[in-house]
């Protein structure tokens, strides 16, 4: 397992932006998906966006494409999701997680580390 820990959640009027950042401890992650997941007051949690550490290659939720913006920092090991055009119904609470091998990277029960989470509010 590797220890996660995001950061940049806040309270932001809609159509405004936001950077959550999630800082991975493993020395290397190239064997990695990490996945950005929220989850709503009475809400299931929801995949949002994922990237292959590997290959660069990202992946997103219908409603946040265009929106959400997935890059990783190699030397930091750190990935960040640019939110921007933000939606009320964006507000949630917002969790990174990783794992290695994963079969359906949509599905929250393929990972097996996860962070804190942090709020992101969107205030119409």
């Known amino acids: 397992q590797v220890q996660l820990a995001e950061s940049g959640g806040g309270l932001v009027q809609a159509g405004g932006s936001l950077r959550l950042s999630c800082a991975a401890s493993a020395r290397a992650l190239s064997r990695y998906i990490i996945g950005w997941f929220r989850q709503a007051p009475g809400k299931e949690r929801e995949f949002v966006g994922a990237?292959?550490?590997?290959?660069?290659?990202?992946d997103y939720l219908d409603s946040v494409k265009g929106r959400f913006f997935i890059s990783r920092d190699n030397i930091k090991n750190v990935e960040n999701m640019r939110m921007t055009s933000l939606k009320p119904e964006d507000t949630a609470v917002y969790y990174c997680a990783a794992a290695v091998g994963i079969l359906n990277y949509r599905s929250p029960d393929d990972y097996d580390s996860w962070g804190q989470g942090t709020q992101v509010t969107v205030s119409s």
């Open positions: 990237v292959d550490w590997n290959s660069g290659t990202t």
